[in-house]
């Protein structure tokens, strides 16, 4: 991944997105940039975009789309997708993965959060067929990449026989600690994205108190924030 900066504000980006029609960033905590505070914003609206969309979660695969600058999204969801230039699709997460979705040949955009329950739930799944069938995406087109997220030496499942299905077992790492990197990986491959255009940042948030926020590690509500926009 590539780490950039401008006043005082850090941020992430994808080595095979950063030179695509598209913006995005994966916010580090630096300065104590938090995204649970609406105070957040003002420190990124110096990108001007139309509009930003900030995903209301609830670990659900409910991903909707933002037609237009006027979108206002009822309920909750995990998953925004857009053709619409200049219409930012804000995701904030701690632990969890955010995921950028990027078609480049229908100019088409989907940013998703991912916790264990959205693995669950196949969230990355329902984005692709929600993507197929509005833009006419073919997932060997697609270009993924996903966040630094927690890292199988913290992902600890204590009831991982009731709460993950058996197809996960094969990636319990140690005793209880699984690895939700592969998991994902396993899904989106499944799913027809290629090799050669996934790429998963392998970085914990747990293990990394300087950049990163973590819920398992803090217990607080302080979150980074992805943003990402068609330009």
Not at 3 to 25: A, P
Not at 35 to 47: C, E, H, Q, V, Y
Not at 58 to 72: G, K, L, M, Q
Request: aromatic share 10%; proline share 3%.
């Amino acid at each position: 991944m590539i780490k950039k900066s401008e006043n005082g504000v850090e941020w992430l980006e994808f080595q095979h997105l950063s030179q695509e029609k598209i913006g995005h960033r994966i916010y580090l905590r630096t300065g104590n940039l938090d995204f649970s505070s609406t105070n957040a914003l003002s420190k990124i609206r110096p990108l001007n975009l139309d509009k930003i969309v900030k995903g209301k979660l609830a670990h659900s695969n409910r991903v909707i789309e933002i037609s237009s600058t006027s979108s206002n999204p009822r309920g909750f969801f995990d998953g925004m997708m857009t053709n619409i230039a200049n219409v930012g699709l804000l995701i904030t997460h701690a632990d969890c993965q955010s995921a950028i979705f990027y078609d480049p040949i229908n100019h088409a955009l989907t940013v998703v959060h991912c916790g264990w329950r959205g693995n669950v739930r196949s969230i990355y799944s329902n984005a692709i067929t929600k993507m197929r069938r509005r833009y006419g995406t073919v997932p060997g087109n697609l270009l993924v990449g996903i966040s630094p997220s927690l890292g199988p030496n913290n992902s600890e499942f204590v009831n991982h026989l009731i709460e993950l299905p058996p197809s996960f077992q094969k990636h319990e790492v140690s005793k209880n600690y699984f690895n939700l990197w592969d998991i994902a990986e396993e899904e989106l491959l499944a799913c027809g994205v290629l090799s050669n255009h996934l790429e998963i940042a392998r970085v914990c948030t747990y293990a990394n108190s300087n950049e990163f926020y973590s819920y398992r590690r803090d217990k607080t509500t302080a979150r980074h924030g992805t943003l990402a926009f068609l330009t």
